[in-house]
């Protein structure tokens, strides 16, 4: 038998003790922060008195109201750090023409005006071929309604193609009524017909030699100029004696440019060649059409239509 007072005492001993900081609680070998013991005394009912701490418990909230404040307040006031600018590419067209020699600056300038050029005949030949269409619709309005093919051929627009035709029929339909060979009408007409829209066909296909030629050489000027300009890289970092990949890397780079600029060059020349040669076929149909017509009028009507 043990008397009360060492039963009391032996309970109270092996009873874990429980202090509490300001900011931990220590249960026994376990330390938990004062949310996480609040949290397990709320969820688990754990019996006994409340825990002794340093502090009133009633200023425990207050305490870490405070704590969050001060941390808040300590981060607001660390200095914002910013990021350093990016440094500034020293590679690039910029440097491949600084450090360029003669040869690489004057392929750069060939290839600027091989596409200057594809550009020019590029504009000028939808232009050509926008006026071409509308002097068929005129000539489609206006020349079949006139009393004779001489009338008709004056009352389209000077410098048309349709005019130029009308007026090569009806030339050679003169000169058949002098000539003292036995030439028939058909035949002649014919031919000089054939010869006005091959006359105008010649001028639709003016420039498109200027677009097959850049398409087809522009990529293999640029890989001229990035051999060139690779030969020149090595040659240097030989001299400097660092061979590294960042002094590898840079001067290739820069001679690869002029493979994409070659690029750049020939695809807008290729795909406008062909877009061309499109347009001019469907113009050249209606111009053949017009000729056709022409000549049979001319056979119909002899020297009197003309």
């Known amino acids: 038998m043990r008397k009360p007072s060492e039963v009391s005492s032996s309970i109270i001993r092996k009873r874990p003790s429980r202090s509490i900081t300001a900011a931990t609680v220590t249960l026994g070998r376990h330390r938990w922060s004062m949310a996480h013991y609040l949290v397990l005394q709320q969820n688990e009912g754990l019996a006994g008195p409340a825990p002794s701490m340093h502090r009133p418990a009633a200023a425990s909230f207050p305490v870490l109201a405070l704590l969050a404040a001060g941390s808040a307040a300590a981060q607001s006031a660390l200095p914002v750090i910013q990021a350093p600018p990016a440094p500034a590419n020293p590679y690039g067209f910029a440097a491949l023409w600084a450090q360029g020699d003669i040869v690489s600056r004057a392929t750069i300038v060939l290839l600027v005006l091989m596409s200057l050029a594809s550009w020019y005949v590029l504009f000028s030949k939808l232009l050509a071929q926008s006026r071409m269409?509308?002097?068929?619709?005129?000539?489609?309005?206006?020349?079949?309604?006139?009393?004779?093919?001489?009338?008709?051929?004056?009352?389209?627009?000077?410098?048309?193609?349709?005019?130029?035709?009308?007026?090569?029929?009806?030339?050679?339909?003169?000169?058949?009524?002098?000539?003292?060979?036995?030439?028939?009408?058909?035949?002649?007409?014919?031919?000089?017909?054939?010869?006005a829209v091959g006359t105008v066909h010649s001028r639709t296909q003016e420039g498109l030699a200027v677009l097959a030629t850049v398409g087809s050489t522009a990529p293999f000027v640029g890989l001229f100029g990035t051999v060139w300009g690779i030969y020149n890289a090595l040659v240097r970092i030989g001299a400097s004696g660092q061979a590294s990949i960042d002094k590898v890397a840079g001067p290739v780079g820069e001679a690869l440019i002029m493979t994409a600029i070659g690029l750049a060059v020939a695809v807008p020349a290729v795909l406008g060649y062909n877009w061309l040669v499109r347009r001019n076929k469907v113009a050249m149909d209606t111009v053949r059409a017009f000729g056709s017509d022409l000549h049979t009028v001319l056979l119909a009507t002899g020297s009197q239509g003309a």
């Open 133 to 195: 269409g509308g002097h068929g619709r005129a000539a489609n309005a206006s020349f079949w309604k006139a009393d004779t093919v001489q009338q008709g051929a004056k009352a389209l627009q000077p410098g048309s193609p349709y005019r130029f035709i009308a007026e090569s029929a009806i030339a050679a339909t003169r000169k058949h009524d002098g000539l003292l060979g036995k030439v028939d009408l058909n035949t002649w007409v014919a031919q000089s017909i054939e010869r």
